[in-house]
């Protein structure tokens, strides 16, 4: 049986059948998608254009609305409490830029890495770091395809990430991944903790999905 080939470039019909049903704005077209590289996501990220992960030559955009990014800042907030009163690591917030692989750039909203990544204790001045964060957070967004990130799972977790949360706002929930293979459902009501990553970190999701608090 012949092996396929993969596109150079890839068509608007590839796209969506590597990803799924993906919104085609999300997709970066200069360069033509196949023949983006590590060099192009970090540039535009410097430049502000936008904040796109790096994956088999496409420049895919980061999907996050003022909600989910809310969201997410709220868990980095109480993530960073936790972390450096006990100098256990330090967090990347919705930009920052991780080299999994060779050509493989993820972004993850959130990202725990511990301090053992950190020889010495400084911390690398590189754009994208060439390390796997060992705890991944991303908050579910509109516009991501249930593709997409059963893909972003196993690339996180061949790159050596012991933990993923795939929070979802709609369903007020959150799904905790220990593999690819095995997950389970914090709902709301419930309390996420961080596992064997972050012994002895709780986070209740009714606070987290609460609405504003008035006055």
Do not use: C, H
């Not at 196993?154 to 997950?183: H, I, M, T």
Request: proline residues 7%; glycine residues 10%.
């Amino acid at each position: 049986m012949a092996t396929a080939i993969e596109p150079t470039v890839w068509t608007a019909v590839d796209l969506v059948d590597r990803f799924g049903p993906i919104p085609m704005y999300r997709i970066r077209t200069t360069p033509p998608p196949g023949l983006a590289t590590e060099a192009d996501a970090i540039e535009l990220t410097e430049r502000k254009v936008g904040i796109f992960e790096l994956v088999d030559g496409i420049l895919v955009g980061k999907d996050m609305g003022a909600y989910e990014s809310m969201i997410a800042g709220e868990i980095a907030r109480l993530l960073g409490n936790f972390v450096r009163g006990r100098k256990l690591g330090v967090l990347l917030g919705e930009s920052g830029m991780l080299r999994l692989a060779a050509g493989l750039i993820r972004i993850p909203d959130v990202a725990f890495l511990s301090i053992e990544k950190f020889p010495g204790g400084r911390f690398p001045r590189d754009a994208a770091l060439r390390m796997a964060p060992d705890l991944a957070i991303e908050v579910i967004s509109k516009g991501n395809t249930a593709k997409e990130m059963a893909e972003k799972l196993r690339d996180y977790f061949a790159a050596g990430s012991r933990l993923v949360w795939y929070v979802d706002p709609k369903k007020r929930q959150v799904e905790v991944f220990a593999s690819p293979e095995s997950s389970r459902i914090v709902k709301e009501g419930e309390m996420l903790d961080g596992g064997d990553v972050l012994p002895g970190f709780e986070l209740s999701l009714m606070e987290l999905f609460a609405e504003l608090p008035r006055e």
